[in-house]
């Protein structure tokens, strides 16, 4: 089945009693309390979708991710603890970005060109390190979509304990279907290994955003403070996962979720002046039914 | 294929309170959800007209979200409770919006990359749809022009570069890219800033692959045509493309403006709104002709074989026109519902001929008189005949009315001349046959067959 053919997960299920008694339970507990949109809910199932999907294909072309995530909707997702906090982060994050794009000012109107301008144009021009840098790191931001566009992790960006208790879980639903087939049992022993070692090489959003920060030196406030203005969101949440040393998904769920108040000090190791980050303050504020950090949480 | 019918179910207060996953998919990319109002405003209208009415409506549906465009058609049923929708015939095009980076699942081109690349070309994203052909490994951070071969047009120009200069969209830039030639389109992208920072779109594989294609992209020559440039279909798939968006805007806005939907106006106003919905609806016909006709005359041209129903089909296509035959008090007597006709052939298609010769009888009847659509069996043939009490063909009007552009001397706006044409050409790419029969003052009867299956 083709990925964008099999459901998305957002068809409304069944309820069972007791399941819809503990969703009572559980809202009588908090009424007040905001929950999670359907937006924020599709696109963070949506995100965990594909993520399973590349994992499967990745263990084995065979398995039929639709398959796969069909038991798993009717059953429950597993790793929900460590799902839920990469799927969400990626989700909002896109939302961020979604927002922002919807609000960006209309294009320039530029007149009609003669055509040797236009070919001077295309002329490549040398890449210089910081040019190379951020280069790579627009391409490993744009490996965390799917064929269509779609929000996805990717599986160099996924930690290793993730992605093996992920891998593990496919592997034994994969294991119950060719349980019989003896030779391909044992061969998924040997794909999960080798799925493990391949991903443990693969470097993503975090180590090309560290290398584009080492490589800023002192220009790091400007190319932040640049990166707010223009609303590049994941260059700015990459250079401040590097500077505070945390993990890129971290980074940006602290981001999305931090108190106006509290952004100048998550950002003061860019060495940004306050004036820069009024389009940040401004773009956070108004994404709808944003989450806000516990208070407990560190910084 | 069978035709798939997308469910819904409308309470009394208009929200939506069931719906199969594409509607309900639509209604949450308006914002709304399950037990919120429909916020679908063409839908909504329509249910509130079949609500008013108290009876049956079947229309043709528009809808837009951030990614698509999406023509249907919707069968609304009101009842005490509220209304049930069902759509078929669910279509969608991608309206590419350059800053939201998502492609949606509508715009699954098949054997298509989808790629990006920054303001100097370099490629940053490229991504295979099902089906494509692999992408070559090492992309990353090439440039297009180096990994797709630019191949300039009928002009000597490139399509790419001039609209890198402009910064803006571009289609058609041919481009060989790992031996496969492939046509490239793309939206331009800013930032924030309003910078540019590159190109975002698909390639495509270019349909001159196909052996039966003439090659060196030479325009087609065409009697009907002559040298304009409609015959070539890059130019035809650029007009249709181009057009077809902006004309269902222009009939939605002015279909809004001319039913008062959003608050009183003049009635001179709304009916000049009213003129400018159907010229729209007519430039938009013209449009569908001409793709179609491209589409039918393009080498290798194959319509699907369903099993389908005549006698079905008859009574959509009823449905679809009924309100239309009303308006001129023009009764329609249908097959009824135990009136089978088995038959092969595509059915999307068979509904368009049906839906072009009942629209035909119904614009060149007489009004408060009688149109007849029976369906039979003859040997291996199943039949439907559409028959009306118009004013008739003679015997020379029969030998050209299935020409192109032939309309036997009319000049009102009711059509492009095109829409026989096409439908004999369907009917014979279906192994069928279209034929009239006809007298002055007699009315017509159009019969379309096609090869009869056992049900």
Redesign the interface.
């Known amino acids: 089945m083709s990925d964008s053919v099999f459901s998305p997960g957002i068809d409304p299920p069944s309820p069972t009693l007791s399941a819809r008694l503990r969703e009572l339970a559980g809202y009588l507990a908090a009424p007040a309390a905001g929950r999670l949109t359907e937006e924020q809910r599709a696109l963070s199932l949506g995100v965990a979708r594909r993520l399973v999907a590349d994992v499967a294909a990745r263990l084995d072309p065979r398995i039929d991710p639709g398959l796969l995530w069909n038991e798993w909707l009717r059953g429950g997702l597993p790793c929900t603890a460590q799902l839920a906090g990469i799927c969400f982060a990626r989700a909002e994050e896109h939302r961020w970005r979604e927002q922002s794009g919807q609000r960006t000012s209309p294009p320039p109107v530029l007149s009609e060109p003669e055509t040797a301008h236009a070919d001077a144009r295309a002329e490549s021009v040398p890449l210089s390190d910081i040019d190379r840098a951020y280069l790579a790191l627009q391409i490993a931001d744009r490996r965390r979509f799917d064929a269509l566009g779609n929000p996805a992790l990717a599986i160099a960006d996924l930690d290793g304990e993730t992605f093996r208790a992920l891998l593990l879980e496919i592997a034994a639903w994969r294991l119950a279907e060719v349980s019989e087939d003896t030779r391909r049992a044992a061969d998924l022993g040997d794909a999960v290994r080798v799925a493990i070692e391949r991903q443990a090489g693969e470097t993503g959003m975090a180590h090309a955003g560290h290398s584009y920060y080492e490589i800023l030196g002192a220009a790091l406030p400007g190319a932040a403070a640049a990166a707010i203005a223009r609303h590049n969101w994941p260059t700015l949440i990459a250079l401040a996962a590097s500077a505070h040393r945390r993990a890129y998904d971290d980074m940006a769920i602290a981001l999305l979720t931090a108190e106006t108040a509290a952004l100048p000090s998550l950002l003061a190791p860019l060495r940004l002046d306050h004036a820069a980050l009024a389009p940040l303050e401004v773009s956070l504020v108004m994404l709808p039914a944003r989450a806000v950090a516990d208070v407990s949480s560190d910084e | 294929m069978s035709e798939r019918i997308i469910r819904g179910r409308v309470d009394r207060t208009g929200a939506l309170v069931?719906a199969d996953?594409p509607l309900?998919?639509l209604q949450?990319r308006a914002g709304a959800?399950?037990d919120k109002p429909l916020a679908l405003p063409h839908l909504a209208r329509l249910v509130a007209l079949a609500q008013r009415l108290h009876r049956d409506i079947s229309r043709p549906l528009y809808a837009a979200d951030d990614h698509s465009d999406i023509h249907a058609l919707v069968r609304i049923t009101p009842d005490a409770d509220g209304a049930s929708l069902e759509i078929s015939d669910w279509r969608t095009r991608p309206v590419m919006?350059?800053?939201?980076?998502?492609?949606?699942?509508s715009?699954?081109v098949p054997q298509s990359w989808?790629w990006?690349c920054?303001q100097?070309?370099?490629l940053?994203?490229l991504?295979?749809?099902?089906d494509a052909p692999a992408i070559p490994d090492g992309w990353?951070?090439r440039?297009l022009?180096e990994l797709f071969e630019l191949q300039p047009d009928e002009d000597g120009?490139?399509p790419?570069?001039?609209a890198?200069?402009?910064?803006?969209r571009f289609e058609s830039q041919r481009v060989q890219a790992a031996g496969i030639a492939m046509i490239l389109s793309g939206e331009?992208l800013?930032?924030?800033?309003?910078?540019?920072?590159g190109f975002?779109g698909l390639a495509v594989v270019a349909e001159e692959q196909m052996p039966a294609e003439p090659k060196g992209g030479g325009t087609l020559v065409d009697p009907a045509f002559g040298s304009l440039p409609l015959s070539d279909p890059q130019f035809g798939r650029r007009i249709d493309g181009a057009l077809r968006g902006p004309l269902s805007r222009i009939i939605a806005t002015a279909e809004t403006i001319s039913g008062q939907f959003d608050g009183p106006i003049r009635a001179d106003y709304a009916r000049y709104a009213g003129d400018i919905a159907h010229a729209g609806r007519h430039l938009l016909g013209l449009v569908d002709d001409l793709a179609d006709l491209q589409n039918i005359e393009r080498p290798g041209f194959k319509a699907a074989r369903d099993e389908i129903d005549l006698g079905d089909l008859a009574r959509r296509a009823v449905g679809l026109l009924g309100m239309k035959a009303e308006e001129k008090g023009i009764r329609i007597d249908a097959p009824r519902t135990d009136d089978r006709a088995p038959a092969t052939g595509e059915f999307r298609r068979v509904l368009q001929v049906l839906l072009n010769l009942l629209g035909n009888a119904i614009r060149y009847s007489p009004d408060h008189s009688q149109i007849w659509i029976r369906v039979d069996r003859e040997g291996d043939r199943a039949m439907v005949t559409v028959a009306d009490q118009g004013q008739g063909i003679d015997a020379e009007q029969q030998a050209v009315v299935f020409e192109k552009f032939e309309r036997l001397g009319r000049t009102d706006s009711g059509g492009s001349g095109l829409g026989l044409y096409i439908a004999r050409r369907l009917a014979r790419a279906m192994d069928g046959e279209l034929t009239v029969d006809s007298a002055p003052g007699q009315g017509a009867r159009f019969t379309l067959s096609l090869p009869a299956r056992d049900a």
């Open positions: 069931s996953a309900l998919r949450q959800g399950l919006q350059p800053q939201v980076p998502v492609i949606a699942d715009a699954a989808t990006e920054d100097q070309l370099r940053v994203a991504h295979a749809a099902p990353e951070g440039s022009s120009r490139f790419v570069l001039r890198l200069a402009r910064q803006s331009a800013f930032d924030a800033m309003g910078r540019f920072t975002r």
